[in-house]
């Protein structure tokens, strides 16, 4: 014994210690707020730089800071209460209504399809077919069916984001392996209670995944309908400062629409990481 | 077939016959694979019973077929005097992954059993029971962790509680602890004994290691491929309780001789 720890204490270790980094790029060391801050003040000076020399029409591309006042102008306008804010209004609705609609809708038709042999043989089939299609050349039959209101938006809006919804929940159910079904089925388990208890805790994350790409889809699909369907959203205003070659206003309000959509997507992100609380997320671009 | 159907009746213990499997087979229409012929055994009250096989040659759908999970294709499956024809409440099963639900902590995962039977309210009644499962097998104290923060011997440990909050009359055991490290799974078959001496189970246990089948068992049933059958019975008469030190005994080391005779005739046939 007492030799054996001899030789161990003879070891190089105990002389030196061996504590040594690994190599990281300075950049990755730079805390993320400021790694974002680099880019964003990188792009706005490309921007600058293009838009002062010239290389573009300032019709086609504004100034940074064209854009910016009127970013302010914009925001003056919905915080008084001023015309556009009656139109965010109606875009919001559409997107809430369509949103709903489409997890209503894709969420059934997806346990539907991923649950029953029939649902996926007989119906997967057709919606596959209808997923392959380019949804918005519905939008003319939307509003033929539903007319120029709110309807039309919201039904083309909950069209584009139910089928990743449905993708997403059939794929789920299909999740759960071999020894998990066979657990419950020893356990006696009712199809009912399989589905409850197993099969929809073990598709969440996919049902997520399916409702952020669902979130980006239904902003398009109502911004879409209400270019082509006339209305009185935001879509109608960016059609309408386009028109009369505002594109600083169209920036503008384009930006204010991409900061709903991003309120709808970190929404279902923070439910999912609430109710998927055990669910591990895969480790980011370079490594733990 | 018959002599082996006779051997294993000479090679039962005495005592209250639990289980009975008689001439039972099992095709695979898929590929006309026969999974299993004529398969005969008899699991007595507290026995401790082995099979052991190349891979391929059964065990599998054997253990699927005792725990109701899918129909033999021949002959008699009887639990407690009556036969077995679907998934039943007398019967516990473990697997080689611990199957363990990650949405739900520890304890909610041992009284799922129950849950599922008899709904939430006797699922919270049954938590007093489950906490004494947990002291049993050394995981007190690990009631609301998740699945993701235990090991992996402490996760096939709570499925044994999961497993025993039945109180099933028979544990049917598919290569439980074949994934831990050799460690590990040695303690955990120690364990294994000591909860099934405890609770006077039946237990039996499909395995790839003869020392594991030895050690724990009082039969062992040595199964052989294509066609899936029992090609020899080996009762194991080890002094009970086992303990890790008896496999450098002389006894041992013959019954573990004797089954690898037993397995070798068969890979170089
Ligand atoms: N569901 C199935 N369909 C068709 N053949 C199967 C099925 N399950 C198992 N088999 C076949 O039956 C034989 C026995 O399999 P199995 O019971 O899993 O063996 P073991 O568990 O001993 O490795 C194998 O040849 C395997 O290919
Ligand atoms: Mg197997």
């Given at each position: 014994m007492s030799n054996l720890e001899s030789i161990a204490d003879r070891s190089p270790a105990a002389e030196d210690d061996t504590v040594w980094t690994e190599e990281t790029s300075w950049l990755d060391r730079v805390p993320r707020a400021i790694q974002m801050l680099f880019v964003f003040v990188v792009f706005v000076l490309l921007w600058d730089l293009v838009t002062r020399f010239g290389l573009v029409s300032r019709i086609i591309l504004p100034t940074p800071l064209e854009t910016f006042y009127d970013l302010i102008f914009v925001g003056k306008n919905l915080a008084s209460g001023g015309y556009m804010l009656p139109a965010l209004w109606i875009t919001l609705k559409e997107v809430f209504y369509g949103f709903l609609l489409a997890m209503a809708i894709g969420f059934s038709l997806g346990v539907i399809v991923g649950e029953t042999a029939f649902g996926e043989r007989a119906i997967m089939p057709y919606l596959v077919a209808i997923d392959t299609?380019?949804?918005?050349?519905?939008a003319p039959l939307f509003v033929a069916w539903l007319?120029?209101?709110?309807e039309s938006k919201v039904a083309l809006a909950a069209f584009i984001a139910t089928f990743p919804i449905i993708v997403g929940t059939a794929a789920g159910l299909h999740a759960a392996d071999s020894n998990s079904r066979n657990l419950f089925k020893t356990m006696g388990a009712s199809r009912w209670q399989t589905l409850l208890k197993m099969k929809l805790p073990m598709a969440l994350p996919q049902v997520f995944t399916g409702l952020k790409i669902g979130s980006v889809g239904v902003m398009a699909g109502a911004i879409t309908g209400e270019f082509l369907g006339g209305g009185k959203g935001f879509g109608e205003l960016i059609r309408t400062a386009a028109s009369q070659l505002n594109t600083p206003r169209v920036f503008s309000l384009i930006l204010y629409l991409s900061v709903i959509g991003l309120g709808l997507f970190a929404f279902v992100s923070w439910v999912q990481r609430r109710f998927v609380f055990w669910h591990k997320e895969r480790v980011s671009a370079g490594g733990e | 077939m018959q002599a082996a159907a006779a051997l294993t009746d000479l090679a039962t213990p005495v005592g209250e016959p639990v289980y009975q499997l008689r001439n039972v087979g099992k095709t695979y229409a898929r590929n006309a694979i026969v999974a299993l012929e004529g398969v005969s055994l008899t699991l007595t009250k507290g026995s401790f019973s082995a099979v052991i096989g190349s891979?391929?040659?059964?065990k599998s759908t054997l253990l699927k077929i005792m725990s109701g999970l899918i129909p033999p294709s021949t002959g008699r499956v009887v639990l407690q005097n009556r036969p077995v024809t679907g998934p039943r409440r007398d019967i516990g099963m473990m697997f080689q992954?611990?199957?363990?639900?990650?949405?739900?902590?520890t304890l909610e995962n041992i009284v799922l059993p129950i849950e599922i039977r008899d709904g939430k309210g006797a699922a919270k009644a049954a938590e007093t029971q489950a906490r004494e499962l947990l002291e049993l097998v050394g995981l007190k104290g690990f009631e609301n962790t998740y699945p993701s923060e235990l090991s992996g011997g402490m996760a096939q440990r709570a499925s044994i509680c999961r497993m025993l909050i039945t109180e099933p009359a028979v544990l049917l055991l598919d290569?439980?602890?074949?994934?831990?490290?050799e460690l590990t799974r040695d303690f955990m078959n120690m364990e294994l004994q000591r909860i099934c001496t405890s609770r006077n189970a039946t237990a039996f246990l499909v395995t790839h290691s003869i020392q594991e089948a030895v050690i724990l068992s009082d039969v062992v049933y040595v199964m052989k491929p294509r066609p899936g059958r029992v090609a020899e019975v080996v009762p194991i008469d080890l002094?009970?309780?086992?303990?890790?030190?008896?496999?450098?005994t002389p006894k041992f080391g013959e019954l573990v001789e004797h089954i690898r005779g037993a397995l070798d005739k068969e890979a170089f046939k």
């Amino acid at each position: 014994m007492s030799n054996l720890e001899s030789i161990a204490d003879r070891s190089p270790a105990a002389e030196d210690d061996t504590v040594w980094t690994e190599e990281t790029s300075w950049l990755d060391r730079v805390p993320r707020a400021i790694q974002m801050l680099f880019v964003f003040v990188v792009f706005v000076l490309l921007w600058d730089l293009v838009t002062r020399f010239g290389l573009v029409s300032r019709i086609i591309l504004p100034t940074p800071l064209e854009t910016f006042y009127d970013l302010i102008f914009v925001g003056k306008n919905l915080a008084s209460g001023g015309y556009m804010l009656p139109a965010l209004w109606i875009t919001l609705k559409e997107v809430f209504y369509g949103f709903l609609l489409a997890m209503a809708i894709g969420f059934s038709l997806g346990v539907i399809v991923g649950e029953t042999a029939f649902g996926e043989r007989a119906i997967m089939p057709y919606l596959v077919a209808i997923d392959t299609m380019p949804k918005v050349a519905f939008a003319p039959l939307f509003v033929a069916w539903l007319g120029f209101g709110i309807e039309s938006k919201v039904a083309l809006a909950a069209f584009i984001a139910t089928f990743p919804i449905i993708v997403g929940t059939a794929a789920g159910l299909h999740a759960a392996d071999s020894n998990s079904r066979n657990l419950f089925k020893t356990m006696g388990a009712s199809r009912w209670q399989t589905l409850l208890k197993m099969k929809l805790p073990m598709a969440l994350p996919q049902v997520f995944t399916g409702l952020k790409i669902g979130s980006v889809g239904v902003m398009a699909g109502a911004i879409t309908g209400e270019f082509l369907g006339g209305g009185k959203g935001f879509g109608e205003l960016i059609r309408t400062a386009a028109s009369q070659l505002n594109t600083p206003r169209v920036f503008s309000l384009i930006l204010y629409l991409s900061v709903i959509g991003l309120g709808l997507f970190a929404f279902v992100s923070w439910v999912q990481r609430r109710f998927v609380f055990w669910h591990k997320e895969r480790v980011s671009a370079g490594g733990e | 077939m018959q002599a082996a159907a006779a051997l294993t009746d000479l090679a039962t213990p005495v005592g209250e016959p639990v289980y009975q499997l008689r001439n039972v087979g099992k095709t695979y229409a898929r590929n006309a694979i026969v999974a299993l012929e004529g398969v005969s055994l008899t699991l007595t009250k507290g026995s401790f019973s082995a099979v052991i096989g190349s891979s391929g040659c059964g065990k599998s759908t054997l253990l699927k077929i005792m725990s109701g999970l899918i129909p033999p294709s021949t002959g008699r499956v009887v639990l407690q005097n009556r036969p077995v024809t679907g998934p039943r409440r007398d019967i516990g099963m473990m697997f080689q992954q611990a199957v363990l639900f990650p949405w739900r902590t520890t304890l909610e995962n041992i009284v799922l059993p129950i849950e599922i039977r008899d709904g939430k309210g006797a699922a919270k009644a049954a938590e007093t029971q489950a906490r004494e499962l947990l002291e049993l097998v050394g995981l007190k104290g690990f009631e609301n962790t998740y699945p993701s923060e235990l090991s992996g011997g402490m996760a096939q440990r709570a499925s044994i509680c999961r497993m025993l909050i039945t109180e099933p009359a028979v544990l049917l055991l598919d290569e439980p602890f074949s994934a831990l490290d050799e460690l590990t799974r040695d303690f955990m078959n120690m364990e294994l004994q000591r909860i099934c001496t405890s609770r006077n189970a039946t237990a039996f246990l499909v395995t790839h290691s003869i020392q594991e089948a030895v050690i724990l068992s009082d039969v062992v049933y040595v199964m052989k491929p294509r066609p899936g059958r029992v090609a020899e019975v080996v009762p194991i008469d080890l002094p009970r309780p086992r303990t890790l030190d008896m496999m450098t005994t002389p006894k041992f080391g013959e019954l573990v001789e004797h089954i690898r005779g037993a397995l070798d005739k068969e890979a170089f046939k």
